[in-house]
């Protein structure tokens, strides 16, 4: 802990390999998620191509899709446009892309430049609201990191292009997991809408629905909104107060059996579903769960038993790994260290679900931060068997921490190729232990 300080001391304003890139990163990969929208950066030509690996490809191997990278539509400013503007230039960009690039809506990212600089985008953006759907997010890289970006485009999502429209019984809003800070996002979304239909909810996931357009117009319908994670707060607060609707908030995703039924007991209970039906989903998925956990019996019970461990990852990834490594799979956990720099008003809720809500004498150390050196220095300190992290922690668990067995599970991922792989829900939790106990028992 002293070097940690003394790091502190001679580097207080650096910070190695953070865990996330600007606003304009998560704007731009929130609506890459939303399928069939065109994103037009207003930007230096350098901004969202650096997305590329900055985010898509740190989010587990994968392409930013078809309309992003080198594909999307960009202002690339330049010395000239901080001088005389960029007001023009983007007008072009916008009519270009309107006549190249059939899309269902076009979402105008503007970057630091712009902003610092002055341009009236939100006029430029007004001039083609007769010729398509189109809004604006104003994404500074300096207001903040990716999180927030994904919080600032559901704000021009709700002040640009939402509309009352009657709400519909027993459907939902799933708003807090973040397009590719969330490594799994797309097949927990899956995961958490088919868990919901089997009670008769339909969830509206918004990212990675193939009718994203659609899906973004359905949210004012949604008799609730559920929130898996801090970032999700302020999109639903900022719904209820334009369409009341009211929201709840969840610490994480649901891992594992236990926490799966717990999910759907409240979703059940908010939305007076009959507890017969409710019942009858949690009695067959417990019973195909917990059946299928015997198969890997002799890992868990003969080679890890009550293994010591840490966590490394943002607060909604860090709560769900540790409650069902814990509270399922009987492991003791040393360290927690949380990674997307919540705000000060959230630490100590997560703190208290990190370590209150386990069932376990003992209670993780939780510490909050980004640097990835200072991370390496605070895991020295432990001694764990297995570490669920990020890659920037591979190397330290596998060389410098005892051979610790080491999984991903948060961003950035380089070392595993993620499409719909998912942890969520009742067989969610197979996978995870699937995926680590391999490490060990493969070589059997």
């Known amino acids: 802990m002293a070097a940690v300080k003394e790091e502190a001391q001679l580097f207080p304003e650096i910070i190695e390999a953070p865990r996330y890139s600007c606003a304009m990163g998560g704007a731009y990969s929130a609506a890459l998620a939303t399928f069939g929208s065109v994103p037009i950066l207003h930007s230096g030509g350098g901004c969202g191509f650096a997305q590329n690996f900055g985010q898509s490809f740190a989010s587990g191997l994968n392409s930013p899709g078809p309309v992003g990278g080198a594909s999307t539509p960009c202002s690339t400013l330049v010395e000239e446009h901080v001088i005389f503007g960029g007001e023009d230039k983007l007008r072009k960009l916008i009519d270009s892309t309107l006549n190249l690039m059939p899309g269902d809506l076009y979402t105008v990212i503007s970057a630091c430049v712009p902003n610092l600089i002055g341009d009236d985008v939100d006029s430029v953006v007004s001039e083609f609201k007769d010729r398509a759907s189109i ?42 997991v973040v397009p590719t800070q969330n490594l799994f996002w797309k097949g927990d979304l899956r ?20 009718n994203g357009f659609d899906a973004l117009n359905r949210i004012p319908a949604a008799e609730l909104n559920l929130v898996f994670s801090i970032w999700g707060i302020n999109p639903a607060k900022k719904l209820e107060e334009r369409f009341g609707t009211p929201y709840h908030i969840f610490p994480s995703l649901p891992i594992g059996p236990k926490d799966s039924t717990a999910f759907l007991q409240t979703v059940g209970h908010k939305l007076d579903i009959d507890d017969a039906v409710i019942t009858k989903v949690i009695t067959a998925e417990e019973k195909d769960a917990y059946r299928f956990t015997e198969y890997i019996g002799n890992v868990l019970v003969v080679a890890i ?16 790994i540790t409650q069902y490594a814990t509270n399922e799979l009987g492991f003791n956990p040393e360290v927690v260290i949380v990674t997307d720099d919540p705000p000060e008003e959230y630490r100590d809720t997560i703190t208290h679900n990190l370590t209150e809500n386990l069932e376990s004498v003992l209670k993780p150390n939780v510490v909050f931060e980004v640097d990835s050196h200072k991370i390496r220095l605070l895991l020295r300190n432990y001694t764990v068997q297995v570490v669920f992290a990020s890659s920037l922690e591979r190397y330290i668990s596998e060389k410098e921490l005892g051979g610790a067995l080491f999984l991903g599970v948060a961003f950035p991922a380089y070392d595993r190729l993620i499409v719909d792989r998912s942890y969520v829900g009742y067989r969610g939790g197979l996978n995870l232990m699937e995926d680590l106990m391999v490490k060990y028992g493969g070589p059997l």
């Open 135 to 176: 809004i604006h997010v104003k994404t500074a890289g300096f207001a903040g990191n990716s999180y927030k970006g994904y919080e600032l485009y559901f704000d021009a999502v709700i002040d640009q292009l939402l509309q009352k429209q009657p709400v519909k019984n027993r459907t939902v809003n799933i708003l807090g």
């Open 191 to 210: 995961n958490i809408k088919e868990h919901l239909n089997k009670i008769g909810v339909e969830a509206n996931i918004i990212f990675g629905d193939l």
């Open 305 to 320: 038993p009550h293994a010591y461990y840490a966590v490394v990852a943002d607060s909604s990834t860090a709560i769900a």
